[in-house]
């Protein structure tokens, strides 16, 4: 069965310092992968999805993330956070031909001035 | 595009009150999801449509969930009678094609059953 895994409950950095999210999908095939965030009080907004070829992804906000198959990871990264960055990040799983999402939990990012 | 409209924002009411949630997708879109989050339970598909026409409804907690789409450009999620752990974020989210297409989130509609 599909599942995906976010290590991380909390995270907390220093305004300015890199970041690195964690992912891990069980999937049989390539899935379809991607990084949603969620402000306090907001919907879930997309910040960058992969489908196939080129398995680095840049996203908006200056976020990118890796494929990598042979870990079933696809971690979210940033060089350099902001304040405005903190919020809850969610990796998702999906496949072709189907409708379902799997979700992970979750990782609250809180961000230190 | 103003995306995915939901109402109300929030929504408070009493237990065995009668709850509907409306969602609006963004023009143009076939997919219509409803989704629940909790903190214990993460995010949830409850339901989605194709063409106004429901193709799951596995994920409905119960038959107090009930969900339809009279037409492309607007869905509503009712709750009847409603409970107090049906408190909870409800998320519309709609798409052009599923199987990888992207979906796109309302704001949510914040539920509180007391």
């Known amino acids: 069965a599909q599942s995906v895994t976010q290590p991380d409950i909390h995270i907390t950095v220093s305004e300015g310092a890199s970041l690195e999210l964690r992912c891990n999908y069980s999937?049989?095939?390539?899935?379809?992968l991607f990084w949603y965030v969620q402000s306090p009080g907001q919907g879930l907004q997309l910040l960058l999805k992969?489908?196939?070829?080129?398995?680095l992804v840049q996203g908006i906000k200056g976020f990118e993330a890796e494929f990598k198959r042979s870990q079933s990871s696809f971690n979210l990264r940033k060089p350099s956070v902001h304040w405005s960055d903190a919020a809850e990040y969610f990796c998702a799983v999906g496949t072709s031909g189907t409708y379902k999402y799997i979700f992970g939990t979750g990782t609250r990012l809180k961000v230190l001035a | 595009d103003a995306g995915v409209i939901q109402s109300p924002r929030h929504e408070v009411t009493e237990m065995g009150q009668e709850v509907t949630l409306r969602c609006k997708p963004i023009?143009?879109?076939?997919?219509l999801f409803w989704y629940r989050q909790t903190m214990m339970r993460g995010l949830e598909l409850l339901i989605y449509?194709?063409?106004?026409?429901?193709?799951?409804d596995s994920g409905m907690p119960e038959d107090r969930f009930s969900a339809k789409m009279p037409n492309a450009s607007f869905s509503t999620l009712k709750i009847q009678p409603s409970e107090p752990r049906d408190s909870a974020v409800y998320f519309c989210?709609?798409?052009?094609?599923?199987?990888?297409?992207?979906?796109?989130f309302g704001p949510g509609t914040r539920l509180l059953v007391l």
């Open positions: 023009s143009g879109h076939d997919y």
């Open positions: 999937y049989g095939a390539t899935p379809y």
């Open positions: 449509f194709n063409n106004n026409v429901p193709i799951d």
């Open positions: 989210a709609s798409s052009f094609r599923v199987g990888g297409e992207t979906q796109y």
């Open positions: 992969y489908f196939s070829g080129d398995t």
